[in-house]
């Protein structure tokens, strides 16, 4: 199985800018995709395909990356970006998800 | 506005079965793939089971494969998990999701989750 590897927490101030770094123990191309779940919630879509913004989805939010290396920015950075952030590949058989990055708002 | 309200969860013994229900509205579900996910407490996302918007054909990773069959019934805009041999590894909020249409899975849609509990 893909294993997709993520930092466990990161914090920052309201303001900053934040990357949360998605790294494939193999190539997944660009089927890289991004949710966000806020605490209590369901998780939400918010970058597909490596780097497409979800519909409704501010644009402080972008994704790049290709092969094993992806990165979701949030610039700048809002009080109520606080929750866990999830990588998610569909590239190989079984699709997997990472295990989340934590953000926390100073 | 898409919904997708999932019911049939709670306590079950080790070894019993359960059957969950999502039902949709908001759009044509007969269109979509969908798939449910998994989120153990405390823990990260995990795909469960995935089927074509017709039914056709259904997809499960190696932790459910034989024990669990998802499926739908699209007049009535309903998708299913039937769970069986459940195991103390599938206590989970249980989401139903629905998946873009795009060339690749990406769920745009998530339901607020079921809970389900195994223990004895």
């Known amino acids: 199985d893909t294993v997709l590897t993520q930092s466990p927490a990161l914090a920052v101030s309201p303001g900053e800018r934040v990357t949360i770094s998605c790294r494939a123990s193999?190539?997944?191309?660009?089927?890289m995709h991004w949710y966000q779940q806020k605490p209590g919630q369901q998780p939400k879509l918010l970058i597909y395909l490596a780097s497409n913004l979800e519909s409704g989805v501010p644009a402080r939010f972008s994704g790049s990356g290709s092969g094993t290396d992806f990165t979701l920015t949030i610039d700048p950075v809002e009080a109520d970006d606080t929750a866990t952030y999830y990588c998610q590949q569909s590239w190989n058989d079984p699709l997997t998800f990472g295990s989340g990055t934590k953000l926390e708002i100073k | 506005e898409v919904q997708l309200v999932e019911s049939g969860g709670g306590l079950v013994q080790p070894g019993r079965s359960l059957k969950l229900s999502c039902v949709a509205s908001?759009?044509?579900?007969?269109?979509?793939?969908m798939t449910w996910i998994r989120q153990a407490p405390g823990k990260g996302l995990e795909w469960v089971a995935s089927i074509t918007n017709t039914g056709g054909s259904t997809y499960y990773p190696d932790s459910v494969k034989g024990r669990f069959t998802i499926s739908r019934d699209n007049a009535k805009s309903t998708l299913y998990l039937q769970m069986n041999s459940l195991r103390s590894e599938d206590t989970a909020t249980y989401y139903c999701t629905r998946v873009t249409i795009i060339t690749t899975v990406v769920f745009d849609y998530w339901g607020q989750g079921v809970m389900v509990t195994v223990s004895s």
């Open positions: 193999e190539s997944v191309s660009t089927l």
């Open positions: 908001g759009f044509t579900f007969n269109n979509y793939w």
